[in-house]
């Protein structure tokens, strides 16, 4: 979920996917996830019903929060 968690009671939850095919830019940061580096599609990402979701991955870190901000702010244009 790339949205704030005070925001989790909505309806949809905005998710930017994962993966490790993908090559290291801005708009794909790095990050662990279930002990193993993937990449945020953040140019993918979309709004889904959280029931659509599967189990809890685990959090990110602050450094990893703000690597996933800046490719968004680059790819939506952000200032």
């Known amino acids: 979920m790339v949205q704030a968690s005070s925001y989790e009671h909505f309806f949809t939850w905005m998710v930017a996917p994962t ?13 662990e996830l279930l002990g193993e580096e993937v990449r945020v599609l953040v ?4 709004a889904v019903d ?9 959090r ?5 929060l ?5 490719a968004l702010r680059a ?3 952000l200032e």
Do not use: C, W, Y
């Open 19 to 31: 993966t490790t095919k993908s090559f290291d830019s801005l708009i794909h940061p790095t990050i």
């Open 50 to 58: 959280p029931q659509r979701l599967g189990d809890f991955a685990g």
């Open 43 to 46: 140019e993918q990402t979309t």
């Open 60 to 64: 990110v870190s602050g450094g990893e």
């Open 66 to 70: 703000m690597q996933i901000n800046e």
């Open 75 to 77: 790819i939506l244009e």
